[in-house]
């Protein structure tokens, strides 16, 4: 399986909606093109930024391939999964491949607290399941309340042919670290999940970040990868760093309300979010634009 377009800056994108909590498909073509437009790699479509919690199954369909659709195969689009149930989760992958999906992102089951065994059969039988796709694992410990362990993740790599890559939220640059070291005779692709940690993962041989405020700032997000690969790396910690206060103010407002408050403020027009988040209001909102400002990102 060619993984070669597997990397980069891949943002998982808003899904705008209208007043009923439906996609608006002119706001969702557009977020598409502004994030493209930007420099991205690739895009995610319903990931944790993209409230796929929230989204019904026919409009996750709709959804997806609206943006594949706009996207006109410039950039691959990945599909994420974040269902509880094995088969729930299949069934969202078989339509992703029907779809005409790049490949798919699969988050660990929420709420439960599975066995290392029931976690390996899990991603085995979604991978399984639509093997002409591949398959990042999803690492999200804040979400889920438990963090996939760099050995499963190893077994997971070299028993699953498709399974190529994973994306690996849990901020702690050890296991980032240890993840890409154990599976780099692979070529497997560890992602960065944290915004702040770019420059982190790709000095540790990472293939790259999902980022929300690539929705937002694209060119910025980018320019820490690109200025990276290029070898600038001086260049590539001023962009993260340039960053990094702007992402940390988003903390004070509830999640994930605060990537679509600063689509908002950057006049992105997202739309609401779904209920019961409610949009960023008062002093929460005004220094998320103040760091926007300072980092010379708003006129």
């Known amino acids: 399986m060619n993984t070669d377009l597997i990397k980069g800056i891949i943002p998982p994108i808003i899904t705008p909606i209208d007043e009923n909590e439906r996609i608006d498909e002119a706001k969702l ?18 990931g944790s930024n993209g409230e796929f919690y929230m989204v019904d199954d026919d409009e996750q369909e709709r959804g997806l391939k609206i943006i594949i659709d706009e996207a006109k195969g410039r950039v691959p689009v990945y599909m994420g999964i974040g269902a509880i149930k094995t088969r729930k ?21 929420m709420f439960l607290k599975p066995t290392e065994e029931e976690l390996f059969l899990h991603f085995k039988t979604i991978a399984e399941s639509v093997p002409e796709l591949p398959m990042l694992l999803y690492n999200n410990p804040g979400r ?8 499963l993740v190893l077994k997971l790599a070299e028993r699953v042919k498709n399974i190529v890559g994973m994306k690996d939220s849990s901020g702690d640059m050890t296991l980032t670290s240890e993840l890409i070291r154990i599976t780099r005779h ?18 540790h041989g990472g293939a790259g970040a999902v980022c929300t405020t690539a929705n937002m700032f694209p060119e910025l997000v980018c320019a820490v990868y690109e200025k990276f690969v290029a070898g600038d790396l001086a ?5 993260q760093y340039r960053l990094n206060p702007v992402r940390l103010s988003m903390d004070k407002a509830s999640f994930p309300v605060a990537t679509k408050d600063m689509c908002s403020i950057m006049g992105l027009n997202p739309g609401a979010p779904f ?6 209001r008062g002093a929460v909102l005004e220094t998320m634009a103040g760091e926007i400002r300072k980092a010379g990102l708003l006129g």
């Open 275 to 280: 209920l019961p988040n409610l949009p960023t």
């Open 144 to 151: 889920t309340g438990y963090s996939m362990s760099a050995g």
């Open 186 to 203: 692979l070529g497997f692709k560890v992602f960065g999940g944290k915004d702040t940690l770019i420059f982190g993962a790709l000095v």
């Open 235 to 239: 260049g590539s910690l001023e962009a």
């Open 89 to 109: 989760c299949v069934q969202i992958a078989k339509m992703a491949a029907m779809a005409g999906a790049f490949g798919i992102s699969v988050l660990q089951p």
């Open 29 to 46: 073509r557009k977020q598409v093109n502004f994030v493209i437009g930007g420099g991205v790699h690739g895009i995610l479509a319903f």
